[in-house]
């Protein structure tokens, strides 16, 4: 399985493994129920069976689809993740959730379903846009700020020398920093397979996230999630749960990527408090109708489970809409 953008490395795999290639749609465009049974209808036609092995070529959208077919067909089918994106690379390769967008709610639906192999190849990122790569490096950002102080500094160091060149452009992480990324991912996992606990910590600004993503389509999943950390660092501060002194420190982590960020990226009406409030409300984590996030309490250092007063995040959220990327939020609201 492929989209338009990898569809060229699909058929070099052929080249070694023959078989069928699908190439549909990508983005999140492509997380619907119309996919899934456009995959399961393409594997019923080629008699796929339970040998047959389904090879993902794409970003974390089409992984998401893919997987939940190959667990699916004939109640699964081993499937192999390639991923092409950072993003992928970073965070969605691992960790075995995929889902589908339901009822205007993303990921309402899916499962778990890990891949029985998963191919990393550098090069793949060479030819993303800078909004992939911004989406990438969101998540990348996110792990240091959640787990890792270390690597919060590679970040900084990272971002420090491209800021000090003349027409700074964003390039992908190198090897090493991409693995020091993805291990906090594996480790967190590792703990906690099934999001019983510490996993939750990767789900830092998901939570606005995931409304303001399925409130703007043309939102990336990173985009939205490092909007979403913007907004949900400035909580933990409001809500006395993080230092102002180390919620400053984490803010220059997030900050460093602005430059980067096309204005397009910030809606030109934020949806109101109320319509949010309706997507936060559906959030997987929640429980008994209260809202559960995972915030930052320290430098590289998050917790989870955390409930804030309704009334305090809708004045976090409305002023932080006035301007988002102010300094003042990292002083909390309220
Ligand atoms: N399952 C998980 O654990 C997990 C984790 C994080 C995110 N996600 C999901 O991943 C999705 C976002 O994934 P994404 O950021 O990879 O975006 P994406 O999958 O939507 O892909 C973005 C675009 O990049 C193109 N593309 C892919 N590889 C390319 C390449 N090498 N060069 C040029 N273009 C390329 C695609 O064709 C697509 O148009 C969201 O739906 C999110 O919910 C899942």
């Known amino acids: 399985m492929a989209d338009p953008a990898t569809q060229a490395w699909a058929e070099a795999y052929r080249s070694v493994a023959p078989g069928s290639l699908l190439v549909m749609q990508a983005g999140e465009a492509s997380k619907t129920w119309d996919s899934l049974q456009q995959i399961l209808a393409w594997l019923m036609e080629e008699q796929a069976d339970r040998s047959s092995v389904l090879l993902v070529l794409g970003g974390g959208a089409l992984s998401d689809v893919g ?5 699916m067909f004939k109640r699964g089918i081993p499937w192999v993740s390639v991923p092409t994106t950072l993003l992928a690379m970073v965070d969605a390769a691992y960790g075995g959730k995929c889902a589908i967008n339901f009822g205007g709610i993303k990921n309402s639906v899916g499962l778990y379903n890990d891949p029985a192999h998963r191919i990393y190849y550098h090069p793949y990122l060479q030819t993303l846009g800078v909004d992939a790569l911004v989406d990438g490096w969101a998540e990348i950002i996110k792990h240091g700020l959640v787990a890792s102080q270390d690597l919060m500094q590679s970040n900084l160091a990272y971002f420090g020398s491209l800021n000090n060149t003349p027409n700074p452009v964003l390039t992908p992480p190198n090897q090493d920093l991409l693995l020091q990324a993805l291990q906090v991912k594996i480790d967190l996992v590792a703990l906690d397979p099934r999001e019983s606990g510490p996993r939750k910590l990767l789900n830092f600004g998901h939570t606005m996230g995931h409304a303001l993503e399925a409130l703007s389509p043309s939102l990336g999943h990173g985009r939205a999630v490092w909007l979403g950390m913007i907004y949900e660092l400035g909580l933990a501060v409001s809500a006395g749960l993080l230092a102002r002194d ?40 929640n429980r008994g109708g209260r809202i559960l996030w995972s915030l930052p309490v320290g430098v590289g250092k998050a917790d989870y489970d955390r409930v804030v007063d309704p009334a305090m995040a809708e004045r976090v959220y409305e002023a932080w809409i006035r301007d988002p990327l102010a300094w003042p939020l990292i002083h909390g609201y309220a």
């Open 67 to 71: 997987a939940m077919a190959a667990a």
């Open 246 to 285: 180390h919620g400053l420190i984490c803010y220059a982590n997030l900050q460093m990527l602005a430059p980067y960020v096309s204005p397009e990226t910030y809606p030109s009406t934020w949806p109101s408090w109320k319509v949010v409030l309706e997507h936060l409300l559906q959030d997987k984590k």
